[in-house]
């Protein structure tokens, strides 16, 4: 009888240290728990942590897409960090640079693809226009948006300033841009998505596994505008634990963060039984049975 009384304590105090743990690892940065694309939403520049060194920061949700041929020839848009947008305001852009132009403050975006079920993660860079100058063969100059081989590399326009009176305006010998990357998610199938910022370098993460390595040309801007989700036209979807993290995670914390999934029935019930019972959820296991 002791022994049972025993283990039932050791439950209930293992239960209790899960439970705080999670909560206060959550309290360090933004999460939400839901957040479907039929509703426009806003969190205030005030109430994100910055990053902690006031450049790099990591992002994770999983994201689930009901219909992708709604609003199919635009840019949906699904989340961004920047410029500032109304909740009525329409986006139906279906040229991507026009787009930047109007949305030229993105830290980060994401935006899904026309016609396609890819997302593009976007981020306003800053270049110094001399850096066309550094690059020594033709290939590597190319590879530079804003520069062009003749002979030496130079700058496309040399006169051009590309920037937006929502980025700060601190040096003229600077060129803004926004650089992206793209990455394929699967229709009607949950999937984890995660990036880490650190300095020029992206690493995306695939449900749990590194995607894909990317390298800024130009230097990524963090902004101290509002993060907006669901913009008309959105997609049809929804995001679940959403993370912004104000510091470059580990891949084990991704890897955590992927195990840890949400208890909605568009996952199997046995699937999330399980699940929370190997990690101690007990709540959460109960509650399995009726969602």
């Known amino acids: 009888m002791n022994i049972i ?12 240290v899960v439970y705080f743990y999670n909560k206060n690892k959550y309290s360090t940065y933004l999460y939400l728990e839901r957040q479907d694309s039929n509703k426009p939403y806003k969190i205030l520049d005030e109430d994100i942590i910055k990053p902690t060194d006031g450049y790099n920061y990591s992002m ?62 976007s981020f306003t860079t800053e270049t110094n226009k001399h850096t066309c100058n550094l690059n020594n063969t033709k290939i590597d100059c190319n590879n530079h948006l804003n520069c062009k081989w003749n002979g030496k590399c130079i700058l496309k326009d040399e006169h051009a300033i590309y920037m937006n009176e929502s980025i700060p305006i601190t040096n003229i010998e600077m060129i803004y841009d926004v650089e992206y990357l793209d990455i394929e998610i699967p229709y009607k199938k949950m999937t984890h998505i995660s990036f880490i910022l650190e300095n ?40 679940f634990n959403f993370n912004y993290i104000p510091y470059e995670i580990s891949s084990e914390q991704v890897k955590e963060m992927t195990i840890d ?17 190997k990690r101690l959820k007990f709540k959460e296991a109960i509650q399995s049975f009726f969602i």
């Open 261 to 277: 999934i949400p208890n909605i029935s568009y996952i199997p019930k046995k699937t999330r039984f399980y699940n929370f019972i």
């Open 60 to 121: 994770a949700f999983f994201i689930f897409l009901n219909d992708y041929s709604e609003n199919f020839n635009y840019w949906r848009h699904i989340l961004h960090k920047g410029n500032e947008l109304k909740s009525t305001d329409l986006l139906d852009y279906t040229d991507w640079n026009e787009l930047t132009q109007d949305i030229s403050n993105q830290s980060p975006g994401i935006w899904m693809v026309p016609k396609s079920t890819k997302l593009r993660l």
């Open 5 to 16: 009384i025993i283990l039932v304590i050791l439950i209930i105090l293992i239960t209790l």
């Open 200 to 239: 020029k370098i992206l690493n995306v993460y695939f449900n749990g596994k590194l995607k894909k390595i990317h390298k800024f040309r130009g230097d990524p801007i963090i902004n101290n505008n509002n993060l907006f989700f669901n913009q008309q036209n959105s997609f049809n979807g929804t995001l």
